[in-house]
């Protein structure tokens, strides 16, 4: 499955050179870590999220046949943070 992320992302970007996915496997759950340049996040993120949402779809679907859930994140360089969470400038506000 790590081949196959690979494969889509280094189609869509612009430096294929600079895709990195790294797989953490978990008892129940994988997950993909994709680092890629800053640059690029934008076309794998899509308009309106479509395009990593696409892919989050079929990674997930092809990890239920293994009975495992499978999540796919983009990892920013310096700015690693988990979906939904306060962007830095919020917390930096509330101290």
């Known amino acids: 499955m790590k081949e196959f992320i690979e494969y889509v992302v280094k189609a869509l970007v612009d430096y294929p050179d600079q895709v990195d996915v790294r797989q953490v496997d978990g008892d129940r759950t994988i997950v993909f870590e994709l680092r890629l340049n800053q640059t690029d996040v934008g076309k794998i993120i899509g308009k309106k999220g479509r395009t990593i949402q696409a892919l989050r779809t079929l990674v997930n679907g092809a990890s239920g046949k293994q009975g495992k859930r499978a999540m796919v994140e983009i990892i920013e360089e ?17 101290a």
């Open 78 to 94: 310096g700015r690693a943070r988990q979906e939904g969470a306060p962007p830095p400038e919020a917390d930096a506000a509330n």
